[in-house]
């Protein structure tokens, strides 16, 4: 029992008052009194006790009606009501505890009897108190454990999703680049061969200049001096072919490197590049629209230390997300009206103002999002597009990537139907991130 505990006698007979409360506060309780229903209800407005001994026979409304108006009310309807009455039939007591008292003292009661009820039940509010409470903590921290077991293993999916992605990539382009070094070795001796057989050629019409009729004959056929204008330059046109596939390649090859446990230098610039060469498809024109436009601004960087292979799962995401929210503000714009406001991306980079860090901006000028949307950008499972078309991951992803993994900050900037500029800064040496 604590000396804390409140005690409300309602009973219109003032004798019963009297020896009520006197009995309770000589054991420590505090006590309120009330003569009637009406006057209870209203006291309980400004005080709420801890258990109400109640009456049921009263002037105005009875013990069972001010019973039921306090478990009515949701402030009211967990204190412990205990019922006080001369009534003694079945029935009677039947319908007070169904209106949700917890006991019921018959008059006249023995004081023993009393106060043994009320401290029963003061501890088994108590006690629930105590387990809502707990329950309420156990619930907050099983929620908690809940989200971070849910973010460990969104993270752990998309570590292993990306390795396995990466390990694939670098396959593909290490099978690519076999056969275009073959390609390109041959094209280099076909140009050799051919530049031979030219100067051959040239030697024998120098020595015979009359040559026979069959001769002159099939060079016409083959029309010979439209093949030696036009096969050098489609010797020239494989061999720009052959150095674009290795040049997409290499860029593959950079964009899915795997990280090691630890950081290492890399250059930004050459992630940027690789990431939109990967991404050209995207910005191509098409029936709807031109060319999306890329700008790049790129000041002089140093190399940064980092986990290369994160930071350019930043730059594609960062980037696919800027051409999705360009064709979404093109939904409802004609290709002349694109054409006469092209779709642009620009990237700009720069070193920070004291040198310790590097600065990317990636700004579109798309769709836009509004503040509601701009605040929720970054939560996990949050999306703006059709069901099918995104995870609500991507940017979130960006988040524990530059913030969590690298010790970088992330802002964003944007207005409704101008466009979006993203920011990321991230240091040049390695900070320990736990």
């Not at 505090?30 to 026979?57: F, R």
């Not at 008059?107 to 106060?115: C, G, I, N, S, V």
């Not at 200049?209 to 050098?232: F, H, M, R």
């Not at 694109?338 to 103002?353: F, G, R």
């Amino acid at each position: 029992m604590q000396k804390s505990d409140v005690i409300l006698v309602v009973d219109d007979t003032p004798t019963n008052l009297q020896l009520i409360s006197q009995a309770l506060t000589d054991v420590g309780f505090e006590v309120a009194t009330a003569i009637n229903g009406e006057m209870a209800l209203k006291q309980i407005q400004y005080s709420l006790p801890d258990l109400i001994l109640l009456d049921v026979m009263m002037p105005g409304i009875n013990g069972f009606e001010t019973c039921k108006r306090l478990k009515e009310n949701a402030a009211t309807c967990d204190i412990p009501v205990m019922f006080m009455t001369a009534l003694s039939d079945t029935d009677s007591k039947v319908k007070g505890l169904s209106l949700g008292a917890v006991d019921y003292i018959t008059k006249p009661f023995q004081e023993e009897e009393l106060l043994a009820r009320v401290k029963t039940h003061l501890e088994l509010r108590n006690l629930t108190k105590n387990l809502e409470k707990k329950v309420v903590e156990r619930t907050a921290e099983l929620s908690l454990a809940l989200e971070d077991l849910q973010e460990s293993q969104i993270k752990l999916v998309q570590r292993e999703k990306m390795s396995a992605l990466g390990q694939l990539v670098a396959g593909i382009a290490h099978e690519i680049n076999n056969p275009v070094g073959f390609i390109s070795a041959n094209l280099e001796h076909t140009e050799e061969y051919f530049k031979a057989l030219v100067h051959h050629l040239q030697l024998y019409q120098q020595e015979f200049s009359q040559p026979g009729v069959k001769i002159l004959e099939d060079a016409e056929d083959i029309d010979l001096e439209y093949l030696l204008t036009d096969l050098p330059k489609i010797i020239g046109s494989m061999q720009q072919g052959t150095e674009r596939i290795r040049h997409i390649s290499n860029s593959i090859r950079i964009f899915s490197r795997t990280d090691s446990d630890r950081k290492v230098f890399f250059n930004i610039h050459e992630g940027i590049d690789s990431t939109i060469l990967i991404l050209q498809h995207r910005l191509k024109a098409n029936e709807k629209r031109p060319d999306i436009v890329m700008i790049k601004e790129y000041g002089c960087l140093p190399n940064i230390e980092c986990y290369p292979g994160q930071i350019n799962q930043v730059f594609m995401n960062l980037l696919a997300n800027a051409i999705d929210a360009i064709e979404e503000a093109n939904q409802e714009r004609s290709f002349e009206e694109i054409k006469a406001y092209p779709n642009q991306i620009a990237i700009h980079t720069n070193l920070t103002e004291d040198g310790t860090g590097v600065v990317i901006k990636i700004i579109d000028n798309g769709a836009g999002m509004s503040e509601d949307t701009k605040k929720k950008v970054f939560d996990q499972f949050f999306t703006t597009k059709a069901v099918g078309k995104g995870t609500g991951l991507g940017l979130s992803i960006v988040r524990q990537i530059v913030v969590e993994k690298h010790g970088g900050t992330l802002e964003v900037k944007s207005i409704p139907g101008q466009g979006s500029e993203f920011a990321i800064a991230l240091p040049v040496k390695a900070e320990i991130i736990d």
